[in-house]
């Protein structure tokens, strides 16, 4: 049996839709300081990074049934990440404007 790190992403993808626990791991393990570098230098928070990175996890796990990806995992992650951050700062903005207001 192979280790989960030597697995593709499509392999852990698959056993990621099955339930395995293991390859959710594997594939958070991989992607964790990635999404975190990325999402840092569009935030400029360490705690607000962490956040949306762990909300895209929780979603991927408890969507992960459910989840159709036409190209590959890391293009899914990466663009999934980037809506979320679009989300943050949409969110930013609005709040920014409402204290402004009061």
Not at 33 to 47: C, F, G, M, N, Q
Request: charged share 30%.
């Amino acid at each position: 049996m192979k280790f989960l790190n030597t697995y593709t992403d499509e392999q852990l993808l698959k056993l990621l839709i099955n339930g395995d626990r293991k390859a959710f791991e594997s594939i958070y393990k991989k992607y964790w300081p990635l999404l975190l570098d990325s999402a840092y230098k569009r935030v400029k928070s360490r705690e607000v990074a962490e956040e949306i990175i762990q909300d895209l996890f929780t979603y991927l796990w408890c969507k992960r049934e459910e989840i159709q990806i036409t190209h590959s995992f890391s293009c899914y992650i990466h663009t999934a990440l980037k809506y979320r951050i679009f989300n943050f700062i949409r969110k930013e903005i609005v709040n920014n404007k409402y204290v402004d207001h009061l």
